[in-house]
């Protein structure tokens, strides 16, 4: 099942290589969940789910909780009136200045749909700045959100930095990390998920936690692009790499072959 929400560097397209390293075990554990491609598409009893984006956490949290009655809260923003500039506009200005938890979510899942290839972007206060998108008819996701709702119930959703849900990892648990890209190239910085930056210090930081977990037992996967620097930050693991065809945001509609890889560390 696909994910409900456009996320820039989701894994759905790579589900299957994955789940060919994955380790059974009790827990699934995701500390960069993002559009839950792989939580939707494994069997684990129950999942550990976090991401650094507290919107994104909170609008799972209300899917989880509410199921249809978010579903049916969210469906009349997409409407042919609110596909408008202007209209967008005035509903980034609400989302960016409410504290009605519900409202802001439903509004976070419309612009998820309506603004520019699905970017999830924030300027240095906090303020969701993602352009108006311009699409034909934007699609409500709604079999994928209840998809999503029913396989919550075996979730426990945090908005959490990676290293303090890696620092709650328990043996018995399954760790799947999927951080931020290392850039290519100076300027391909394509992807900015919060005012945040993951920078190689974060990169190091997570392959060190990924390494005292596995001397625990626990086994952590990361995947990342394949680049010497990347394979020397992940010396201590086992590497498969491969050719992924990618969707690369600043540059419209070009699409690039980047060689990508899976770390195991066990
Ligand atoms: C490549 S995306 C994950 C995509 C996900 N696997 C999917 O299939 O959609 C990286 C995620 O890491 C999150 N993130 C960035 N910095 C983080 C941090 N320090 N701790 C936890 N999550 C972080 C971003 O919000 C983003 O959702």
């Not at 994955?18 to 075990?25: Q, V």
């Not at 952590?220 to 680049?227: E, F, G, L, P």
Request: glycine share 6%; with cysteine; charged share 20%.
């Amino acid at each position: 099942m696909k994910p409900f929400l456009k996320w820039a560097g989701n894994k759905y397209k790579i589900v299957d290589k994955i789940k060919a390293l994955l380790p059974t075990g009790e827990r699934l554990v995701e500390p960069f969940v993002g559009s839950g491609a792989l939580f939707l598409n494994t069997e684990y009893p129950h999942y550990l789910l976090t991401d650094a984006n507290a919107d994104l956490i909170t609008l799972y949290q209300h899917l989880q909780t509410e199921g249809e009655a978010f579903i049916n809260y969210c469906r009349p923003l997409f409407t042919p009136e609110n596909n408008d500039k202007d209209r967008y506009y005035a509903l980034r200005e609400e989302f960016n200045s409410t504290a009605d938890s519900r409202r802001k979510s439903a509004i976070f899942l419309y612009m998820n749909k309506h603004g520019y290839n699905g970017l999830c972007r924030y300027n240095l206060q906090g303020g969701f700045n993602v352009p108006f998108g311009r699409y034909k008819r934007p699609y409500f996701p709604e079999a994928e959100m209840r998809h999503f709702a029913t396989k919550a119930q075996q979730a426990t959703f945090q908005q959490a930095n990676f290293a303090t849900t890696m620092a709650n990892c328990q043996p018995g648990d399954v760790v799947y990390c999927d951080p931020p890209y290392v850039p290519l190239s100076q300027t391909a910085n394509f992807t900015s998920y919060s005012a945040d930056v993951f920078g190689w210090a974060e990169q190091q930081a997570l392959a060190q936690q990924a390494t005292k977990l596995a001397q625990r037992g626990i086994p952590v996967i990361i995947s990342n692009h394949d680049t010497e620097e990347v394979r020397e930050v992940y010396a201590a693991a086992e590497i498969e790499s491969f050719e992924v065809r990618r969707f690369i945001s600043c540059n419209g509609d070009k699409r690039d072959k980047a060689a990508e890889l899976l770390a195991l560390f066990s």
